[in-house]
C-alpha cells in the first residue's frame, strides 16, 4: 500500500511539473490547437500560412473589463492583420459559472459587435491551461521564426483598461511594431489584468 502511495505522488508531481511546464514563457514555442469558431467552423494557426505571427487573446462576453477592450481588440487586428499579425481571440471560461459565455452568446456578441476576427470556444479549457493565460484578457504575441511559433510578448493590451485615449503604454501594438522592424520588443511581459477566468471544478 505505501508503495503503491509512493508511486501515485510520484505520478501526480510529474502532473504538476508537466502543467507548470505547459504554461508558456517569452521565448517558447507554442503548439498549434484546432478549436471551434463562432461560424462553427475549427480554425487551427496552421491555416494562416502567410501570417508572420498572431495576437492571440483570451478574453469572453461577459467580464466588464475585457468589454472595454474589445474595441481596442479590432483596432489592433484592422492595423496588424494586413501587415501579417492577425488578431485570434479565445473564449475559454466555464459556461456553467458564466452562461453568457456560452457559445451561443458568443455568436451573438461576434454578430453584433461585427468582429473582424475569428472568436473561437476552448471548451475544454486546454488552451487556456496550456497558455497559462488567467485572465480576460490576455493577450499573447507570437511570431513566426524557422517555421515555429515563438512568444515575445505576454500580458496587457495597453496600460489604461479604463479610457483608451489615456492610455500612454501600448504594449501590444509597440511590441509587433518592435517585431516588424526586426527588433526584440522592449516590454516582453507585462500583468494582465481583468476578471480571472472561471475554471471547471474537477
Known sequence: MKTKTLIGSFILSLFVISAVQAQYKVGDVV??????????????????????????????NTCPVAMKYESRVEQLNKEFSSKGYPVVAISSNDTQVKPGDSFEEMQKKAKTEAFTFPYLFDESQEVAKRFGATNTPHVYVLTKEGGKLVVKYIGAIDNNADDASKADKKYVADAITSLLDGKAPAITATKAIGCGIKWKKA
Not at 45 to 60: D, N, R, W
Request: net charge positive; with cysteine; proline share 0%.
Open 31 to 60: 503548439s498549434d490547437f484546432s478549436l471551434k469558431n463562432v461560424d462553427s467552423k475549427n480554425v487551427s494557426l496552421a491555416q494562416y500560412s502567410s501570417a508572420k505571427g498572431f495576437i492571440v487573446v483570451f478574453t469572453c
